[in-house]
């Protein structure tokens, strides 16, 4: 079975999965994507096989190179397009294999960590609406809002799969600057676009929830369930990272608290920090640094005032932010935004030549895949 046969190391990586299908894209915009993996360095045969490891880094670095080569500033969102359930290896069998789609996307959250070590997600369901989150947990990513357009694309697909061709969503959000031209993700997404979200999400009517998966095997299931368990058992994460890996939805949320935290891993409050002393660390620590890696990532690459970054990491007022922000990287947030939005690499290639627009396919006009697409969904593992 592919992708069941070890985990992934505990350091920033992926399996290249959903990005196998790079080359292809870079040869249909007309560019050789040997050109490409020359400029960066990285093996152009690593995206052959999609069980081979990336770190992210170089993910990054690759698409900075794609966007400059192909002048397409939507290159993310045409790679999650072709994103399929076969990308994700073990994880993309026990989707299949769910009873219904809020059981898969549970999967999902719960498995995903098997095929990507940068990211947490979430599946939040208020009233009659359920909102699906993806974001990379790293501080400062080259070509983040790449992948963030393709993380959307992919999320996308896989729930138009998964509930039929008369699932729509009701609003895509996605934690990047507007770009230049928007219309490929109008085109694309067929509903409202935000941009400069705090989160890249996909919100959806929760009905869908409960649309059941005819060609579910329970026996299979657990199958797969069980050689998963066994991945996690012989994985080397540390208690710490989990729990850090857990809290960033809960910031956003404005519901991280220790005993929340605690709640998450069924432990009380006071196992949770005597398991974080051990490890040489404590709740005050980790949440400093998830407000930090998010306050990062917002300035960098979106255009949200600094009160409503102070308002999403849950500060009583702007200047706190300000204040904690200055104690963590030693400058005022304004002055790191202007900073590192000067260097984004690949905003200034494509100001520099100009945006090439390239329609993006409706899911309904490509060849239906067997099951689901894939979905780059990582959980608090």
């Known amino acids: 079975m592919s992708g069941a046969s070890r985990p992934l190391p ?4 992926l399996r290249i999965g959903i990005a196998s299908s790079l080359p292809a894209v870079l040869r249909d915009l007309g560019v050789d994507p040997a050109i490409v993996f020359e400029e960066t360095g990285v093996p152009g045969d690593l995206f052959d096989d999609p069980e081979k490891i990336i770190a992210f880094a170089d993910l990054g670095r690759v698409l900075t190179a794609c966007v400059r080569a192909t002048r397409c500033q939507h290159f993310g969102l045409l790679v999650g397009e072709r994103s399929t359930a076969s990308s994700l290896g073990l994880v993309g069998f026990i989707l299949k294999n769910c009873a219904t789609v809020r059981e898969s996307l549970e999967a999902l959250i719960r498995h995903i960590h098997h095929h990507d070590r940068a990211a947490v997600t979430s599946l939040t369901v208020s009233g009659d609406l359920a909102i699906v989150t993806y974001a990379v947990q790293l501080p400062e990513v080259e070509s983040l809002c790449q992948i963030y357009d393709g993380a959307a694309a992919a999320t996308y697909r896989i729930l138009k799969d998964l509930c039929g061709q008369k699932w729509q969503a009701t609003e895509v959000l996605i934690a990047r600057r507007k770009p230049p031209d928007a219309a490929p993700y109008a ?10 979200a705090e989160v890249t999400s996909i919100a959806f009517p929760a009905r869908w929830l409960k649309q059941e998966n005819p060609s579910a095997d329970k026996a299979l299931l657990r199958l797969l369930e069980e050689r998963a368990r066994e991945l996690d058992e012989a994985e080397r994460a540390t208690f710490s990272q989990h729990v850090k890996r857990a809290m960033r939805p809960l910031v956003l949320g404005h519901r991280c608290s220790a005993a929340s935290t605690a709640q998450l891993f069924q432990m009380q409050k006071r196992t949770l920090n005597r398991r974080l002393c051990e490890e040489g660390t404590d709740f005050r620590t980790l949440l400093d640094e998830v407000r930090y890696d998010i306050s990062r990532q917002l300035l960098a690459n979106t255009e949200i005032s600094l009160a409503e970054i102070a308002a999403a990491l ?16 030693g400058m005022a947030p304004r002055s790191w935004r202007d900073r590192h939005t000067a260097l984004d690499p690949v905003e ?19 060849p239906k895949p067997q099951q689901a697409a894939g979905l780059v969904l990582i959980g608090s593992r």
């Open 348 to 366: 200034a290639q494509a100001g520099e030549v100009g945006p090439i627009h390239v329609p993006l396919p409706m899911p309904e006009e490509r």
């Open 187 to 196: 085109h694309f997404f067929r509903a409202p676009v935000r941009f400069n």
């Open 314 to 329: 849950d500060y009583s007022e702007p200047s706190a932010f300000t204040r904690a922000f200055r104690r963590w990287s």
């Open 10 to 13: 505990s350091e920033a990586s």
